[in-house]
T-cell receptor, first 113, second 116 residues
Framework: SQTIHQWPATLVQPVGSPLSLECTVE??????LYWYRQAAGRGLQLLFY??????ISSEVPQNLSASRPQDRQFILSSKKLLLSDSGFYLC????????????FGDGTRLSIL | AQTVTQSQPEMSVQEAETVTLSCTYD???????LFWYKQPPSRQMILVIR??????QNATENRFSVNFQKAAKSFSLKISDSQLGDAAMYFC?????????????FGQGTTLQVKP
């Protein structure tokens, strides 16, 4: 069966520091991959998605970037974190073909001090 | 562009009672899929139920069922025999049938409180 791993679960970082959140999927090949951000009590905002290695689409301009160095690995990065980058970050995957729903990781709670 | 609207920011239900969460969407497509996700306080996103637009029959998963009204572009979620563990934020989501990206469009969410 397919599983998705996202880490770390919690992260506290100072303003101006770099960021790297990692997400990996097991048990499938060529998945679509997604990064979302969620403010407390709010909906999900799609940040990036990827349909293949090295293929990244950005949904909103921001201080963050994403990379997909391997088929089942998706990384969310920042060179210098802002206070506004605080939030809950979720990684998700879906099969490349078919109409299957997205499946989510457990999320990372990011606090910027 | 497609949009998904959940007009009820908060709902409450008594334990063992039935509650219906509303969702409407706007699309010009005829081929699409609809989903309900549950996000409990742990903040995991859990798929509750799915519906293919070409199916007239409403989807059912145990105590969860949907009322899919394609002409009205409505996709409500009914939770029967509500349990304390049903307390969560619920999100309605839309996916284009022809999409190769699998992107979902989410509603704003409805927070469900279950009273003992």
């Amino acid at each position: 069966s397919q599983t998705i791993h996202q880490w770390p679960a919690t992260l506290v970082q100072p303003v101006g520091s770099p960021l790297s959140l990692e997400c990996t999927v097991e048990g499938t090949s060529n998945p679509n991959l997604y990064w979302y951000r969620q403010a407390a009590g709010r909906g999900l905002q799609l940040l990036f998605y990827s349909v293949g290695i090295g293929q990244i689409s950005s949904e909103v301009p921001q201080n963050l970037s994403a990379s997909r160095p391997q088929d089942r690995q998706f990384i969310l990065s920042s060179k210098k974190l802002l206070l506004s980058d605080s939030g809950f970050y979720l990684c998700a995957w879906s099969p490349l073909t078919g109409w299957q729903p997205q499946h989510f990781g457990d999320g990372t709670r990011l606090s910027i001090l | 562009a497609q949009t998904v609207t959940q007009s009820q920011p908060e709902m409450s239900v008594q334990e063992a009672e039935t509650v219906t969460l509303s969702c409407t969407y706007d699309t010009s497509e005829s081929d699409y899929y609809l989903f309900w996700y549950k996000q409990p306080p742990s903040r995991q996103m859990i798929l509750v139920i799915r519906q293919e637009a070409y199916k007239q029959q409403n989807a059912t998963e145990n105590r969860f069922s949907v009322n899919f009204q394609k002409a009205a572009k409505s996709f409500s979620l009914k939770i029967s025999d509500s349990q304390l563990g049903d307390a969560a934020m619920y999100f309605c989501a839309y996916r284009r049938g022809s999409s190769n990206t699998g992107k979902l469009i989410f509603g704003q969410g409805t927070t469900l409180q279950v009273k003992p």
